[in-house]
Structures are given as structure tokens and as C-alpha cells.
């Protein structure tokens, strides 16, 4: 927040916000204050619609750690997934 | 028997940069004053409960205080989803944000209650828009806590924010008070060196504490960056500060 530097990755899928499912098509990350979460730093991930108004938004605050097992567990499961489906990490760069 | 006090607070419509209607927190002691005034600048995380309740608190101070809303043009709504939708923006332009900052300045100065003083007072990027505002004119006292991105390198400036405010420092026209905390990371220790050194450069009237123990936010007694020794000292200092040059 006070740095205002937020890295992006554009979606295609849904999330549940407060109001109920929504689709997303952007996801805002940044390593920056909390709002929520007790810490002073954590890994800030908003999953937003753009399309919608500023409440269309799925928030996440975690720990660094948090985060590191996060990206392995979806890394795991597009692993996982590809054995049935096909490369599905196709283009995931490291 | 206690002498009777009170205050009002309460929403207010100001005018803004371009002459756009813009809300504001207003608190003022009840009364004729004279009282001198503060506009208080909210921080990255928007406009949100603990700026009301600072506002409050330099009413019971004696202030006419007033805090506008920075984000009045990104959406209504949670103070933190607003303040996400800033965040994924790049922040508000630094032009808008003086232009909102001395028009609440202007509103404080049209009250029959005032001593025709004005500070300003911000944290966090509210710190980096009070030096700002200051460097623009009008305010007769700043108190800049712990303001990140004064001293900018050249990959930090953006469209919204141009440059960097240490860049404005020669136009400084108040007295300033600076609270930073010796673990924060953003401003670091380095960066309020770069500062008090381009203030010493200008010849302007500065009052700097550094505490030890803390970093960033450190007044923010909902977070877990409060620091309950260094944010009381600093209270203290600052309204000391205020009261020295905003006597009318």
C-alpha cells in the first residue's frame, strides 16, 4: 500500500465475495501491509472483477510462507492434473 | 463539577482539486474558538475508522480538524476495498491530492471559529502528501509521520507522481515535525537522512524524532506495528509541536 508496486495476472473463472460468485478477470498481488491479517507485512492477492465496483473483489492476506506453499500446491495440481488432461503448466515460467 | 465540553463530527462536502465535491470528516470543538485547524490526510489504507477517531482527537484537542476522503473519485464502499482498487491504480495523483488537501485547508479558513492557523497533518502516504501540501503553501504547520516516497528513485515516479517531493523542498513554507520509526523499511533510515538533510540545505525549521523499536505505522493501535511507548511519546511531541506554531 504505501508502495503502491502491485504485480497482475489477467483470469478467466469466478470467485465468491461477499455479495455471492462473481466472475474474475484480474488478479492484483503485492507484498505490502495488511489489512486484516495480523502481521505487519504479508502477500496481498485481490481477485477482482473489473467489470464490477470496488466491493466485486476476493481478498487475501497471507504470510510470505503461506504464499511459497500456496504457488507449490497450484504448481502441484496443474502437475497432477496433466496426467489426465494434458500440459497444463504449457507456458508457467519459473 | 467538570467544565462542560463538546464536539461535533460529522460528513461534510468540501471543495477539491478542480472544484470537485469531495467528503470530509469534520470535528470541532463546540464553541466560538477562536481554534486554530488541522487537515489530517488518510493513509494508503483509505479513509477509514482510525482516521475518524484521529480526527476526534484533535478536536478534543482544541482543533477544528478535518479529514477529506482522497478517494472519493474511486468508488464508494469498505474503506479497504476502495483502498484496493487505489492500490491496483497506482495511487491517487499527487496534483489531485494537494488540490483536495488545500481545498479542505480553504474550508477550515472560511469558519467564523478560526484563529486563521492551519497545519497539516498525515501518515504513511498521507506523511508523503502533507510534505506535499506543505511545499505548495497555505499551511502554516506540517507533521509528516513517517511518509514514504519523499525521496524517490527515477523507477518509482509514475504519471500520477512525477516527482519526488523531496525535489519541492526549497518551497517548504511551515514549520514541520517528522515522527519515523528506525525498522521501517519505506521510509528507511537512509531516505529520512536524504531528508533532514535537504532541510538543513533550505535553511527550513525542522523537528525530526527517530524511535527505536519501531517501524512502520506505529500510532496504529489496531495493528500490530503499535508501539505503545514510541506512539504516546510521539502524540505528545506532536501536539506540543502544533501548539507552539498554531497559537494564534
Known amino acids: ?94 | 463539577m467538570a467544565d462542560y465540553e463538546g464536539m461535533i463530527a460529522e460528513i461534510t462536502t468540501v471543495k477539491g482539486h478542480n472544484g470537485d465535491d469531495i467528503s470530509a470528516y469534520f470535528a470541532r470543538p463546540l464553541g466560538p474558538g477562536p481554534f486554530p485547524g488541522v487537515v489530517l490526510i488518510h493513509h494508503a489504507p483509505g479513509w477509514d475508522e482510525w482516521y475518524r477517531e484521529a480526527t476526534r482527537k484533535f478536536a478534543h484537542h482544541g482543533y477544528l480538524a478535518i479529514s477529506p476522503n482522497l478517494y472519493e473519485r474511486d468508488g464508494s464502499g469498505s474503506p479497504d476495498d476502495v483502498a484496493a482498487a487505489v492500490r491496483a491504480a497506482g495511487g491517487v495523483a499527487d496534483d489531485q491530492a494537494v488540490g483536495d488537501i488545500q481545498g479542505s485547508m480553504q474550508f477550515l479558513r472560511a469558519l467564523p471559529q478560526t484563529n486563521g492557523k492551519v497545519g497539516v497533518f498525515g501518515t504513511c502516504s498521507g506523511g508523503r502528501q502533507a510534505y506535499l501540501a506543505g511545499c505548495a503553501g497555505g499551511f502554516d504547520a506540517v507533521v509528516n509521520c513517517w511518509g514514504g516516497r519523499i525521496v524517490m528513485s527515477d523507477d518509482e515516479k509514475s504519471e500520477k507522481m512525477p516527482v519526488a517531493p523531496i525535489d519541492y523542498t526549497e518551497n517548504l513554507s511551515a514549520p514541520i515535525l517528522g515522527l519515523f520509526g528506525n525498522d521501517d523499511m519505506n521510509p528507511t533510515q537512509a531516505h529520512v537522512n536524504a531528508l533532514e538533510e535537504a532541510l538543513k540545505q533550505h535553511g527550513k525549521h525542522y523537528e525530526f524524532h527517530r524511535y527505536d523499536g519501531a517501524g512502520h505505522g506505529f500510532f496504529y493501535y489496531d495493528r500490530p506495528n503499535y508501539r505503545i511507548e514510541q506512539a504516546l511519546d510521539g502524540w505528545e511531541k506532536l501536539f506540543r509541536f502544533l501548539e507552539e506554531h498554531l497559537a494564534a
Open chain 1, 1 to 94: 500500500m504505501c508502495t503502491w508496486i502491485v504485480q497482475t495476472a489477467e483470469l478467466n473463472g469466478s470467485g465468491k465475495s461477499a455479495e455471492g460468485w462473481i466472475p474474475l478477470t484480474k488478479a492484483n498481488v503485492c507484498y505490502d501491509h495488511p489489512a486484516h491479517a495480523f502481521m505487519e507485512h504479508s502477500v496481498n492477492i485481490d481477485f477482482v472483477n473489473e467489470n464490477g465496483g470496488t466491493g466485486d473483489r476476493v481478498a487475501v492476506e497471507i504470510s510470505a510462507e503461506s504464499a511459497r506453499q500456496l504457488v507449490s500446491a497450484i504448481v502441484a495440481a496443474l502437475e497432477e492434473g496433466s496426467k489426465e488432461h494434458g500440459d497444463l503448466l504449457a507456458g508457467l515460467h519459473a
